[in-house]
């Protein structure tokens, strides 16, 4: 017998109807597998604090804020296609990256687009990445 999605739905609503304490059980342990694959990340970042450029990468809680993931691969997979991107577009208006002086970085601070234009080569650019800040 397969379940389909309708079924997981229904079994959902059940459970909300007739079992809440068991979906506040069940929001703990998520909670808690959380808080571990968030430990596992942490001690990953100190193993290898940097990119294979040498520029630092965020801590794990700062990419699961910006990215809505722990896993630094995709953060900096999603960057590279951005800064590509970014690229792309320059190219389709005669711009090249290295023909701007400054840069304004406008985003949450973490540089995962940015990053990407610290190794291009070419003329020297100012990248002014404001910083998060923490509430």
């Known amino acids: ?6 079924d ?5 609503e059940f459970l909300k109807n007739y ?4 979906l506040k059980v069940a929001e703990f ?9 968030i430990n596992i990340a942490e001690r990953e970042d100190k193993l290898h604090p940097t990119d294979d450029n040498g520029i630092a990468i965020p ?3 700062l990419r699961y804020r910006v990215h809505g993931a722990l896993d630094r691969d995709s953060f900096l997979r999603v960057g590279q296609k951005v800064a590509a991107d970014i690229k792309s577009l320059l190219q389709i208006t005669g711009k090249d990256i290295s023909e701007f002086s400054n840069i304004l970085d406008f ?10 234009f610290l190794t291009g080569g070419g003329n020297k650019t100012d990248l002014l990445v404001p910083t998060l800040i923490q509430s």
């Open 1 to 6: 017998m397969r379940i389909t999605r309708t």
């Open 8 to 12: 997981l739905f229904a079994i959902r």
């Open 19 to 22: 079992f809440p304490p068991l």
């Open 29 to 37: 342990f998520r909670y808690i597998f959380f808080l571990r694959q």
């Open 59 to 61: 801590p794990a809680r």
């Open 107 to 116: 985003g949450c601070g973490s540089a995962r687009v940015m990053r990407n």
